[in-house]
């Protein structure tokens, strides 16, 4: 049997969606996934996993947590395919944001999916993975 994720982590450009965004919403419909891959990880998403909100490009870091509060959903802003979406909601930030840096230097770190599959948008956590970001992220 495969393990079911409960973890996740999901990455957003902060000019498109940042960490302050999700605060101020309270929740959002996370759209716009157009890869099957990271599609596929929004549809195995239950509500209430916990999900790591990573903003990329500039100062690339795990900013906070946030969690599922509606499973997977036709994506309304796919004008063609079959895409899905996935409401998250703010839960908590991080003390200290932990950045990529930190993630690439922490051994126990070597092989989580952000540095595995680094384009992928949306990819399951290991909870020791996910664990060991909250603490060096100040939780």
Known sequence: MAQTHRHWLV????????WADLVRDKKTAWTGVRNFQARNNLRAMKKDDLVLFYQSVTDPSVMGIS?????AYADAT???????CVDLAAVKALPAPVTLKEIKEDPSLAEISLIKQSRLSVMPVKPEEYARILEMGGL
């Open 11 to 18: 990455k957003s450009e902060p000019s498109a969606y940042a």
């Open 67 to 71: 969690k599922v509060v509606k499973e």
């Open 78 to 84: 796919a004008s063609e395919g079959d895409w899905s």
